[in-house]
């Protein structure tokens, strides 16, 4: 077949559907010249028609086809050098997905000769092979961009209202006994009015996504008969992962996904994605060549002095070059496509220290990357969450990165785990960690809520593993348990593992709830893990990246435990929200503000008095407690009206004994009650505090509300 080919343009990238035709537009500075290849949709491995495209302007390859239509398939090949030992790998028999494709079809089939070298020859990646990829490489599928958003409207839900439910596509809905089972582990289960039920019932205001751009599977995981199951190994940053999708026909996933989205902002949720843009499926010289690789290698990736070898601050064998003006487009594109067309609201950025990095490779808070995103228009106000660290050097950079970007805190993490386990050392930290981390953020300027506060998280321990086991235990990952973090700061409460024993059920269920209890009651932005508020059990595997299983799978057939557990964590959050002094926007001061009764802020010693400099550095301190004042907080309300809250007495008994407090006294006409004792349920809310003293059992944890006496 001979089509007819016109110029076109250069933009946008990608090919884009105008209603009439198809405009395609690829940068790359290696090539010579680029071909598209159009696939039979009924036979995706059959190559029906191939042309180049006849234009170049500023290294963007672009030409226009009329009467394509959405729904076509295609693929790239891209001439040009093959010199790994220069930084280029160009190489036309290898088929290439677009990384600006808007969605994919089929899958990397690793038994063809994906490789842009014959794996096994004495020279590695020296050789080029020119045998056709095109049978084992999914086919891009060209979309219409047309979708009935109706009277869609972002939540655009403040930073101090922030509830994070962070969730997997499949494995939040896959044992859902109320989606239909065609529905479940897809977006459309994602949507499903149970499931939002659910979320609104809990109290979360944002959904937080595992990957969802299209990754590709690992061949070492086929081989032992398992699979990337939380998807960190992107193959195109436009493309909704396909398999998410209820129905596989070409392109569906984009319209399924933009369903969900909608139906979650109708119930006033947000959408918030973990998006990977820190390096690629290509892994390192020896990897696959399956997009950027063989488009324009020495553009898109930090390579090393000797080009042939790739700078890897992230261990997954490549980095991104974000320094590079080119590659740091192809993320802001797309963003701003998520953001503009599928409406999402926000996202969390993998391994964001990468991003970040400049020069030689070092991380700097002026980068770029920062700056344009800051500036730009779309992205400048969505949600923007770094995972702040990354393997190179100098990668941990918690409190290192700009304004408006918020962090997960992983010192908050690692001092409530140690703490509540039962640690010496840790007044102090834990005092920082509740009261928003200003050691971390005040300097620069930055707000409590430039913390997300987060016990667990996908990568790591379950809460109920988290005091169930001691140790990981991955052997189901086929490493031979040598996989995934030895240090967890975790506690067994005394038996490894389930058990029958009811002393050591009850401690564990306080230790869960105390745990909880603490992230909610922290300044800053909290972040749940989906099913940890029903007791999900990962039976001790603390790296289930590779267990696309009932072992990751949210289980919702709950007995009479894990339903008290999800009542007391609803109980939680919808406490939150009726407490602006859990909300501030600024750090505490320990003064009283206004006419205040109270200080904002004001620790005590179970004695009752007030905490000083030395008891703070005294290693066996593991019982305290705080008072929020309620009408301490010195930001008005949106209206510019004064905002007064409840005061809130907080005791914390990390010892494994009793303690006796002295409880402050209240505000003259009032008195204390009971909200909450993780010690026992039945205690509160609206309790009343005997006068005087309360013995706090071991590892509990007390909230008292000041109310009038009237």
């Known amino acids: 077949m001979t089509r007819e080919v016109w110029p076109g343009k250069p933009y946008p990238r990608g090919a884009t559907f105008d209603g009439t035709g198809v405009n395609f537009a690829v940068f790359s500075q290696a090539a010579t010249r680029v071909e598209v290849c159009l696939f039979d949709p009924q036979d995706p491995s059959k190559e029906v028609d191939r042309f180049e495209l006849p234009a170049v302007t500023d290294c963007t390859w672009h030409g226009y086809v009329p009467g394509l239509e959405p729904g076509t398939l295609y693929g790239l090949r891209v001439h040009g050098p093959y010199e790994p030992q220069k930084g280029n790998r160009c190489n036309p028999h290898k088929l290439l997905v677009d990384p600006y494709a808007k969605a994919l079809h089929g899958v990397v089939d690793w038994s063809q000769p994906v490789f842009g070298y014959p794996l096994g020859h004495e020279k590695q990646d020296l050789m080029r092979d020119e045998r056709d990829s095109a049978a084992g490489m999914p086919k891009c599928v060209v979309v219409s961009d047309y979708f009935d958003w109706g009277n869609d409207r972002r939540p655009d839900v403040p930073w101090r209202k922030t509830v994070i439910y962070e969730a997997h596509v499949k494995g939040l809905t896959m044992r859902h006994p109320k989606v239909p089972e065609h529905q479940r582990g897809t977006y459309a289960g994602l949507a499903h009015p149970a499931v939002i039920e659910h979320l609104l019932k809990l109290g979360v205001t944002a959904v937080e996504l595992l990957p969802v751009h299209e990754f590709a599977d690992d061949s070492f995981l086929g081989e032992k008969g398992l699979s990337n199951y939380w998807g960190y190994n992107t193959l195109c940053y436009f493309a909704p992962e396909q398999h998410y999708a209820s129905r596989r026909t070409p392109g569906a996933a984009v319209n399924e996904f933009k369903g969900m989205v909608k139906a979650l902002h109708a119930a006033g949720i947000e959408v918030i994605l973990d998006v990977v843009y820190n390096h690629s499926c290509e892994g390192n010289h020896l990897g696959p060549t399956l997009s950027l690789k063989g488009i324009d290698n020495a ?412």
């Open 299 to 710: 553009t898109y990736y930090w390579l090393m002095p000797d080009a042939r070898y790739y700078l890897d601050f992230t261990g997954c064998g490549n980095s991104l070059n974000v320094s590079n003006p080119q590659t740091a487009r192809l993320i802001v594109d797309s963003l701003r496509y998520w953001v503009e067309e599928m409406h999402v609201d926000g996202f969390r950025f993998d391994l964001a220290t990468v991003l970040g990095r400049v020069g030689k490779g070092e991380f700097s808070p002026n980068a770029a990357f920062f700056q344009i995103i800051n500036q730009d228009p779309v992205l400048g106000r969505v949600k923007l969450i770094a995972e702040p660290w990354d393997v190179g050097l100098g990668g941990y950079q918690v409190g290192g990165f700009p304004a408006p970007w918020r962090e997960w805190n992983g010192k908050y993490r690692d001092a409530l785990r140690r703490y509540w386990k039962g640690d010496e050392n840790l007044a102090g930290e834990v005092g920082y960690r509740l009261a928003g981390s200003s050691d971390l953020y005040q300097e620069a300027r930055r707000r409590p809520q430039a913390s997300i506060n987060f016990v667990t998280a996908h990568d790591g321990f379950t809460l109920h593993d988290l005091v169930t086991y001691s140790h990981k235990h991955n052997e189901a990952n086929g490493e031979h348990n040598r996989d995934g973090a030895d240090d967890n700061q975790a506690w067994n409460c005394g038996v490894e593992g389930e058990t029958d024993d009811p002393a050591i059920i009850s401690l564990r269920e306080r230790q869960k709830r105390n745990l909880l209890a603490s992230l909610f009651l922290s300044q800053g932005v909290p972040m749940l893990v989906a099913g940890d508020e029903m007791g999900r059990t990962q039976h001790g595997n603390n790296n289930a990246y590779c267990q696309d299983n009932e072992l990751s799978w949210v289980d919702w057939d709950l007995d009479e435990r894990r339903e008290a557990l999800l009542e007391f964590t609803s109980r939680l959050i919808q406490f939150r929200h009726r407490q602006p002094v859990l909300q501030r926007r600024r750090f505490f001061q320990g003064k009283h503000i206004w006419d205040s009764e109270h200080k904002d802020l004001t620790w005590f010693r179970p004695d009752g008095t007030e905490m000083s400099e030395d008891d703070w550095g005294k290693p066996f301190v593991r019982s305290l407690a705080f008072l929020l004042g309620g009408d301490a907080i010195p930001t008005p309300d949106e209206r510019g009206q004064r905002i007064i809250g409840d005061a809130l007495l907080v005791l914390l008994n990390a010892h494994h004994e009793p303690v006796h407090f002295t409880v402050p006294s209240p505000a003259e006409g009032s008195r204390w009650v009971i909200e909450f004792y993780t010690a026992d349920d039945k205690l509160g809310p609206d309790t009343p505090v005997p006068e005087g003293r309360f013995e706090l059992t071991g590892r509990s944890l007390a909230v008292f509300r000041q109310v009038s006496r009237d």
